[in-house]
């Protein structure tokens, strides 16, 4: 069956090697991503080794069959992706996830991803999936995170994408109780001063160039905010606190995730497990934690 690939932004197509079935079918496999990535506010983003699984198929009726606690009818986000570009009248979307609902990494993203990404496969539209994704979302990065995979600098509509260190792996901390995208941003000041603004722009030169030269330290050095998560900080005290101790748990440093209140800790390979078990042992009950790689593919399409 043929597939494509839009693990660098740029689509991959082999020739059908039998006649089409009567059926129109296809599949789409969208990663996680996690925003910010602490100083880059709606410009950095990273690929996760969580995915989301959509599959749409013409049946003849409508339907959205899954067991995840997501609407199923035409409001469901993967419908609505889909919709922009083709009426869902006919097709049955069967969608499966280990991506998180809620806690900022990336599961609305994923969803409009898939959803374009399955419209555009069977019908040949042409569009911008980025662009319509984006629109959606209201800030490109974990879009661009999740079509294109690795590590990704946003600037406008256009998306600079390279790989991330292969010793480097993440350790995440979801809390049970989620956070509004809305609520977060509301918390933001409209002006920040002089000196925190260097700060971040400092801390991305050092977090950006220690990625594409695998240099731990300065990643380390990187991983600071100063616009965002201090503002938001109150909605999350616990996972603010964990950011805190980040060094204390053996990782790199630590970075909320988009809105949050998931906390993305940075580890070396080597010391993930250990990191993750140190974190187990503090969150006990009110967060799940789960080692979770650094994913070099983006979204992957496959016509059946």
Request: charge should be negative.
């Amino acid at each position: 069956m043929p597939s494509h690939a839009w693990s660098s932004g740029e689509r991959v197509s082999e020739a059908p090697d039998s006649p089409a079935s009567a059926c129109r079918q296809v599949r789409v496999r969208v990663p996680a991503s996690s925003g910010n990535l602490g100083p880059g506010f709606d410009v950095l983003a990273a690929a996760l080794g969580l995915h989301l699984n959509v599959e749409v198929v013409e049946t003849g009726h409508f339907a959205v069959v899954t067991d995840l606690d997501v609407d199923r009818t035409r409001e469901n986000l993967v419908v609505r992706a889909f919709e922009l570009l083709h009426p869902a009248d006919g097709f049955e979307f069967r969608i499966s996830s280990t991506i998180p609902l809620s806690g900022g990494l990336g599961s609305s993203a994923a969803a409009s991803v898939g959803g374009l990404l399955a419209a555009n496969e069977l019908f040949g539209s042409g569009a911008d999936v980025f662009a319509l994704a984006t629109a959606m979302e209201g800030h490109p990065d974990n879009v661009g995170a999740s079509l294109h995979g690795g590590v990704v600098i946003c600037d406008g509509d256009t998306v600079h994408r390279f790989d991330p260190p292969a010793e480097l792996e993440g350790v995440v901390v979801v809390p049970a109780a989620p956070v509004r995208t809305s609520q977060a941003r509301k918390l933001l000041p409209e002006q920040v001063p002089l000196l925190d603004a260097v700060a971040n722009l400092s801390a991305i030169a050092e977090l950006t160039l220690g990625l594409v030269q695998g240099d731990f330290e300065l990643i380390a050095a990187g991983l600071r905010d100063r616009l965002h998560e201090p503002y938001r900080a109150r909605l999350y005290p616990r996972s603010a606190a964990l950011l805190a101790q980040a060094r204390a748990f053996g990782a790199l440093g630590a970075t909320i995730s988009g809105a949050g209140p998931t906390v993305l800790f940075w580890s070396r390979r080597d010391t993930a497990a250990a990191v993750a078990e140190a974190l187990r042992a503090r969150v006990r009950d009110w967060a799940q934690v789960c080692r979770v790689p650094f994913e070099p593919d983006g979204a992957r399409v496959t016509r059946v």
